[in-house]
């Protein structure tokens, strides 16, 4: 299962304790980050920071250099300690841990991708991969096609033998990415992992990022100072200044909503149409049946949810189509198997808005949405994609 992230009036200061202790009041006080090291000479570096991070979710933190972004990745896997406040995974505070748990955290639940790749020069990329397993203690024939298998996935393959000197930027970025998935962690942290890499390496190297996610039960937390990047990858995004959250929500909270006017800055140069997927406007369907109902739990279903149809997907949350009320009427049938429609679109949430928008056309249904491994991840309507382009 992914994890849930629970931050909680989290602030992390650096300092000596008795200057921390100082500005902790002044953060109080509402003095700012500014004055409060001028005071005290403590680098605040998050500043009270709240939010939830739900399981499955690829959230993206953005903002300009210094705004206390890696400090707040780093917290989370403690490797700063958070001056105030607490972090809880799946509920559990991190600072409760023993030091045993904490060291399974860190080894088994939790991996982090750098900037600087952070390869061992001296190994071979397969020796790269393997790495964290080692440190486990996992046996040789395992640790190899675990390692294997997460070469695989980031499409390297045919370099296991290789050395890193003689890798692109994006290929060691691509080591250094399943260095971090070799333990299949439920928690990823990505700290600008793309930002060394030029424009369109890098949009490659998101579109894989989206299609891995895609296949997936992972948190993953993502670092960027660049806010295309953030919105073309991010389903809820958290805007951070001055070590404080400035705002934080989907790609469309932001266009529609944006908090102040240096949000309005910051989203000024992005293209709405090349940004926003099918999975950001999504709606979470409630007239969902599964096809062992009867007829008649179908039909219940359909009254309940006021809905003249409903969308069908098996015990394993596949989609498989939809049903239409009228259809059904009066029927005792003891399986919708017979009632089933194939016939219609649905979209990948990954799918661009203006590309989903000719794929639809005047569609007047709602349209299931569809990760890789066809599960039902919400629907949409035509009205709705044409409402959120516009806008
Ligand atoms: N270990 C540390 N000791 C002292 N100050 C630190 C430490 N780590 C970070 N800081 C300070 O905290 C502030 C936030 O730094 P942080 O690295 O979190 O920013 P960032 O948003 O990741 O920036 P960038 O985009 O440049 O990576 C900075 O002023 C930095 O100097
Ligand atoms: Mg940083």
Redesign the pocket.
Known sequence: MAKQVTVENLSVL?GSDKAKEQALKMIDEGYSVGDIREETGV?V??MNVNFDIQPDELFVIV??????????I?TLNLL?KPTRGDIKINGESLLGLSKEALRSYRRKDVSMVFQHFGLLSHRSVLENVEYPLEIQKVNKKERIEKSRAALEQVGLKDWENSMPSELSGGMRQRVGLARALVNDPELLLM??PYSALDPLIRREMQNELLNLDDSSERTIVF?T?DMNEAFRIGDRIAL?RD?EVVQIGTPLDFFKNPANDYVKDFIADVDKSRILKARNIMRKPLNVVTLDMTAKQARTKMEDTQSEYAFVVNEDKEYLGFIVAQDLEKSEARSLKKFLKEDHHVLRRNTYLSDALKALQSSTYDVAVLDKKQHLRGVISNDEIIAALAE
Request: proline share 0%; hydrophobic share 30%; glycine share 14%.
């Open positions: 650096f680098t570096a998050n903002g300009l250099s210094g705004s206390g972004k890696s400090t707040f780093r700063n700290d600008e670092i100072h951070m070590a």
